[in-house]
């Protein structure tokens, strides 16, 4: 069952077209990853989802949350849906219970059906034992699992996550996501925005935007795998010279990565050019290894075509 279902999504400030005629579904226990620079409309759209925007006027726009349109009968709809912005949104100066127990509050929860919710967003998010401890003073990734779990006390069926783990420790960020996925196992439809690969990897389907359109929508391993062309590692700091003579080789992309170089080859005729090119500059080619694109390259890819 689809629980997001949007079509034809427009929205402009000013001249700035945030979201140009954007289309998107997300099934029931399902996680879509949105990937994207700042810009692409990934917030907005987001926004849009949970009325707090509203879209261009058009005909042709139409949005359904949980088989309901949001446009005639938001009301019902709102229990369905626990959004995380960005920034932190919960209060600084309140303790985690008295956090969760204003968002209970918001929600009509109170008595035994609140405890029973808070004991359950204990469990499941490890927090506990900071019950008493005020949410300033939490660190980055306790902060994020407090702003889910306030989220999440009304059980909603659908979770839209605006890059929830952005700053946040690694081992936060495992964590966080093993939440997620024991969501999807329970059914909850996940929408999240994201900037880590490592996080769109464990998505059901990734889609890459910018400028407000989709690029492409496909599970993670298929969007690496459609990357079109090779991928070289040349490990090293290049020198100069072979930066210069690669850069000005056509059908051939070259990109730092860490103390190296990935280059990528469009057709033959780019792959003898690099091997020429590495041989002029003394390079010896049994440095240079064959690696798989990854979903970074492809959305790069995929971006700069559409320039």
Known sequence: MSMISAHAVSKSYGDVKALDSFSLDVGEGSIVALLGPDGAGKTSFMRILCRLIEPDPSQETRIRIGGRDIFADFESIKPLIGYMPQTFSLYPDLSVEENMTFYAGIYGYSGKKYREMRDRMYRFSNLGPFARRRAGDLSGGMKQKLALSCALLHDPRILILDE????????????????????????????????YMDEVARADKAVAM??????????????????????????????????????????????????????????????????????????????????????????????????
């Not at 690694?170 to 994201?194: D, K, N």
């Not at 407000?212 to 991928?231: C, Q």
């Not at 730092?256 to 010896?284: D, K, N, P, Q």
């Open 164 to 195: 929830p783990t952005t700053g946040v420790d690694p081992l936060s960020r495992r964590q966080f996501w093993e939440m997620l996925l024991e969501l999807r196992e329970g059914g909850v439809a996940i929408l999240v925005s994201t900037p």
């Open 210 to 307: 910018f400028g407000g359109t989709k690029l492409m929508e496909a599970p993670p391993r298929d969007m690496a795998r459609s990357f079109e062309g090779n991928a070289y590692l040349l490990p090293g700091e290049p020198s100069l010279d072979l930066l210069d003579r690669l850069s000005r080789i056509e059908g051939l992309t070259v990109r730092r990565f860490g103390a190296g170089m990935h280059i990528y080859t469009t057709g033959e005729a780019g792959i003898e050019r690099f091997s020429a090119a590495l041989g002029e500059a003394g390079v010896e080619t049994v440095k240079i290894e064959k690696i798989e694109p990854s979903i970074e390259d492809r959305f790069i890819q995929l971006m700069e075509a559409s320039r």
